[in-house]
């Protein structure tokens, strides 16, 4: 069964913080203008809201920074990732628990995400696994663009050699391949 997709707050604090560390204020100015434009004063972190919002807010911060590539969100992603992984995820970082944070994946997706389920499958060499997002009614691109650069981030956070992140779209969802070590 598929419902309305919402996001935590801190999923869209988030993407302020990057454009402000990354490309100043003025650029944090434009996203919150994206929020206010939609009738909201704040983004409160642990309030719930539109995911259309939360892609308003990503495609503007891709206009406004990155020429209109939605694939360049990806850096966006990674430092979601990094954020999360030094707060919220830290413990995970701190015994580089990769294996345990993508089996606890599926519930925390929900902290964030009030739709949509995950599962992670590795293959039978350890050198890869596949995140697979499934239940949604819709899936955009600059979301995924982020979610591609996080899972890509949370792979260099842990040490893994050449990490590499791809997503493919299927009828049913979204797979992402995450894999490590020499290409092969």
Sequence with gaps: MTEELQVKGSTIRSKLAFARQRFGEEAEAALEEVIREAGYR????????????????????????????????????????????TTTYDVYAKHRALRRFLADLPRLHRRFYSAGDIAVDYDGEGTSCTIRMRGLKRYHDADLYVAQGFYLGAARLFRLPQPRCTFSRRLDGVDYVLSWGSEG
Excluded: N
């Excluded at 642990?46 to 990155?66: H, I, K, M, N």
């Design 42 to 85: 704040h983004v409160l972190e642990a309030s719930w809201y539109p995911f259309e919002l939360y892609v308003d807010v990503l495609t503007r911060l891709a206009e406004r920074c990155f020429g209109g590539r939605l694939e360049r969100l990806a850096e966006c992603g990674a430092f979601s990732a990094q954020r999360a992984f």
